[in-house]
């Protein structure tokens, strides 16, 4: 079976979760560590970024900034898995799982 790459888009509410500088927050960033040495030893990471928080929205009526209480995307997996099942279930398995969102997207051929 060929594998697929998945884009694993992690979104939160901003002030939901862990708050930096908070013994919650280090263990948090504790865990993401640990997911990724894990997905780099499967050799299933095709590449991870953190986004800064913040941003600018634009769309035809302009350029406005990025609601700071609407749920915001805060990172980006591209992992390389065999199937949409194995990506949700990776998914599940995400620090932030417990109160944010992961949308699960494939790449086009």
Partial sequence: MSTVTHLLIHRFIPGTGPQPGTSEHDHEMAQWSLVDERLRAAGILVGGYALAEGGTLLSPD????????????????????????????????????????????????
């Avoid at 898995?81 to 997207?105: C, N």
């Fill in 62 to 109: 302009g350029a406005a900034p990025l609601d700071e209480h609407a749920e915001t995307v805060f990172a980006v997996l591209a992992v390389s898995l065999e199937s949409d099942d194995e990506a949700e279930a990776l998914a599940r398995d995400m620090p932030t799982s417990q109160y944010g969102s992961v949308e699960i997207r494939s790449l086009m051929d």
